[in-house]
């Protein structure tokens, strides 16, 4: 079956440090593929996606490429704020329409 | 509204009882999806609906679990004879379409005591 694996956390980074947190992902045919996001007391919103191969998914200066390659969808952020503290979730959809979840990154920034 | 809403935002019952969970989700959207997730795990997928059918419910653990659509806007999830198990925050989602994507609701965080 489908499924997603992602870096265990918690990712602790200064403030300005460079973000990678790692996702690939096991499906059939070809997936979509997601990253949201889960602010502290906030619900799940959609931080960018990926429909096909090498396509970048961006949003709020995060990106990640999908690579059909190596089944991977990483998340890099150049410059991480306080602000980008949350828990991160690499997802994949496939024709079957329902998201199939990682176990979710946490990410901690200090100031 | 503006976004999914879902009611109550918490519940704590005792085990062995029945509680329904409410999605109340964009108006226009077709597409409405459940979720549960438990702590510190990402979400796993429990029943989608397209209009008022159950297109896919394979994410249902077992036969307490049931929701429904009826006029294709509001979906309850209804779980009898609770167990502790059940314990999770229980993610509502709608989409207009694949291409969109989902818009989540923050979720009803249920408790079974």
């Known amino acids: 079956g489908d499924s997603v694996t992602q870096m265990e956390g918690p990712v602790t980074l200064s403030e300005e440090a460079f973000l990678t947190i790692n996702c690939t992902y096991t499906a059939t045919g070809y997936p979509s593929l997601f990253w949201y996001v889960q602010y502290p007391g906030e619900g799940l919103q959609l931080l960018l996606k990926a429909t096909k191969a090498d396509d970048k998914g961006s949003n709020k200066g995060f990106e990640a490429t999908y690579r059909k390659e190596t089944t991977s969808f990483h998340l890099e952020k150049g410059s991480v704020q306080v602000s980008d503290s949350a828990v991160y979730f690499c997802?994949?959809?496939?024709?079957?329409?329902?998201?199939?979840f990682g176990s979710g990154t946490r990410l901690q920034v200090q100031p | 509204g503006a976004g999914v809403s879902q009611t109550p935002s918490n519940k704590v019952t005792e085990k062995g009882k029945y509680v329904e969970l409410r999605c109340d989700p964009i108006?226009?959207?077709?597409?409405l999806y459940w979720y549960r997730q438990s702590l510190g795990q990402g979400p796993e997928f429990l029943i989608y609906f397209q209009g008022t059918g159950a297109a896919d419910d394979s994410g249902l653990p077992n036969d307490r679990f049931f929701a429904v659509r009826p006029e294709g806007s509001v979906s309850t999830l209804k779980i009898q004879r609770t167990e502790r198990g059940d314990s999770a925050v229980y993610l509502c989602?709608?989409?207009?379409?694949?291409?969109?994507?989902?818009?989540f609701g923050s979720g009803t965080r249920l408790t079974v005591v």
């Open positions: 989602a709608s989409s207009p379409s694949r291409e969109r994507g989902y818009t």
């Open positions: 108006s226009g959207h077709t597409a």
């Open positions: 997802a994949l959809m496939t024709g079957r329409r329902a998201l199939t």
